[in-house]
């Protein structure tokens, strides 16, 4: 237990100092996107790097191993896949997440090596929602009160009116 909790605090401090090593490579004619940072598992988005025309990048994308369920036995892996940009200096990668987690993608200049961007996004798994939890109560039931109430205060003034009437 000891082992694994500092194993989980290794890993964590080397993630930490990772992407603060990356930015420091920065190339300055080149910028990146992503459509989103919290995409659901099984739905694509895009990584869109957006620099000089022709230029090659590389899109390499990292799971971390401690944001995978502990239920399964999962081993870190890495993809990467190498676009030319167009004409207008634009290379777009689109990426589907199969399991939910957290991943890194790591944006570089193939000929220099140089990094252009680190992004993380964390997958939520399919068909669940970050939306918040509905709170309060269902009001059709205190309106069908209220209307009932207010019905039966203005059958009690005209009956009082008929009653003062006829006196």
Same mark, same amino acid.
């Given at each position: 237990? !000891?082992?694994?909790?500092?194993? !989980?605090?290794? $890993?964590?401090?080397?993630?930490?100092?990772? *992407?603060?090593?990356?930015?420091?490579?920065? /190339?300055?004619?080149?910028?990146?996107?992503?459509?989103?940072?919290? =995409?659901?598992?099984?739905? =694509?988005?895009?990584?869109?790097?957006?620099? =000089?025309? &022709?230029?090659?990048?590389? #899109?390499?994308?990292?799971?971390? *191993? $401690?944001?995978?369920?502990?239920?399964?036995?999962?081993?870190?892996?890495?993809?990467?896949?190498?676009?030319?940009?167009?004409?207008?200096?634009?290379?777009?990668?689109?990426?589907?997440?199969?399991? $939910?987690?957290?991943?890194?993608?790591?944006?570089?200049?193939?000929?220099?090596?140089?990094?252009?961007?680190?992004?993380?996004?964390?997958?939520? /798994? $399919?068909?669940?929602?970050?939306? #918040?939890?509905?709170?309060? /109560?269902? =009001?059709? *039931?205190?309106?069908?009160?209220?209307? &009932?109430?207010? %019905?039966?205060?203005?059958?009690? %003034?005209?009956?009082?009116?008929?009653?003062?009437?006829?006196?």
């Amino acid at each position: 237990m !000891i082992r694994r909790t500092v194993f !989980i605090a290794a $890993a964590a401090a080397a993630m930490a100092i990772v *992407p603060t090593a990356a930015f420091g490579y920065g /190339a300055p004619d080149y910028t990146t996107t992503v459509s989103t940072s919290s =995409p659901t598992v099984g739905q =694509p988005f895009t990584f869109t790097v957006h620099g =000089p025309a &022709g230029a090659q990048v590389t #899109l390499t994308i990292t799971s971390n *191993p $401690a944001s995978i369920a502990s239920s399964s036995i999962t081993i870190a892996g890495t993809k990467s896949l190498t676009k030319t940009t167009d004409a207008s200096g634009v290379a777009t990668f689109s990426v589907t997440l199969a399991t $939910a987690g957290t991943y890194s993608l790591v944006g570089t200049d193939t000929a220099s090596g140089a990094v252009l961007s680190t992004q993380s996004v964390t997958t939520a /798994a $399919a068909g669940s929602s970050a939306a #918040l939890a509905m709170t309060g /109560a269902d =009001p059709l *039931p205190m309106l069908l009160g209220a209307g &009932g109430l207010l %019905v039966l205060g203005a059958g009690g %003034v005209v009956v009082a009116k008929r009653r003062k009437t006829a006196a």
